[in-house]
């Protein structure tokens, strides 16, 4: 079975400017989190999708941050403009709808490094 | 609202100690999930182990071991006879109506 995939796994932009980062979860899971994960700390929830539609996005800095799930499958995370303090690791994860004790599968993270 | 502690922030053995992860956390729902995780230094999140809160039965599952106390609020997690490979950052986190909050993590070194 396909892991939940993302890209790019690095990026480095200058602060003001806008990235994008993808997340293809696996297939048939409904559930869909970004993740931000600063250096030394642990995950923190940015997002969260069940099939298209956001259940929780209270952490989301909506100035500058956005995210889209478009057909309930894919989806991108966008930050525009970038600031320093948005240097972290960008995690994506996926779970089956209705299975509320099947656990988060994770992927290997975007990595933005923000100058 | 929900919170987990991870008190210990590194954690240095020899290998073949045992090693015990400490994790407390706090919600008022009585259905909740407790979760362990490993994230190695290529930076995925491993999923490790699962327990759900009506269920206080403490289980083996080869070197890996929890003792999870509701009446403490601790759900601890334990590596036997550690390994290098099981060097990584161990998260502990709690899944409640579908959101998963996670502690700040404890770094754990195997040394040789």
């Known amino acids: 079975e396909a892991g939940v995939a993302q890209s790019p796994r690095y990026k480095i932009i200058e602060k003001r400017q806008s990235v994008a980062f993808w997340c293809n979860p696996i297939?048939?899971?409904?559930?869909l989190y970004w993740y931000q994960q600063i250096l030394g700390q642990g995950p923190k929830l940015l997002i969260q999708?069940?099939?298209?539609?956001?259940?929780?996005d209270s952490q989301l800095p909506k100035d500058r941050f956005s995210a889209e799930r478009l057909k309930g499958v894919d989806s991108t995370l966008k930050i525009q403009p970038a600031k320093l303090e948005d240097s972290a690791v960008y995690l994506c994860?996926?779970?089956?709808?209705?299975?509320?004790?099947?656990?988060?599968?994770f992927g290997q993270g975007t990595r933005l490094t923000v100058v | 609202a929900q919170k987990v502690t991870q008190a210990q922030t590194e954690i240095s053995v020899v290998e073949k100690e045992d090693v015990t992860l400490d994790c407390v956390y706090e919600?008022?729902?009585?259905?909740?999930?407790l979760f362990w995780y490993k994230q190695p230094p290529s930076g995925e999140l491993v999923f490790l182990i699962r327990?759900?809160?009506?269920?206080?039965q403490n289980e083996i599952s080869g070197r890996y071991s929890w003792n999870f106390q509701k009446s403490t609020s601790s759900f601890n997690f334990t590596i036997t006879a550690s390994q290098v490979v099981d060097s990584a950052v161990y998260f502990c986190?709690?899944?409640?109506?579908?959101?998963?909050?996670f502690g700040a993590g404890t770094t754990v070194t195997v040394r040789a």
């Open positions: 994860a996926s779970s089956f709808l209705g299975a509320r004790n099947t656990e988060a599968f």
């Open positions: 999708f069940q099939n298209n539609g956001v259940v929780d």
């Open positions: 986190a709690l899944f409640i109506d579908y959101k998963l909050s």
């Open positions: 327990r759900n809160s009506f269920d206080e």
């Open positions: 919600t008022r729902d009585t259905t909740y999930y």
């Open positions: 297939s048939g899971h409904a559930t």
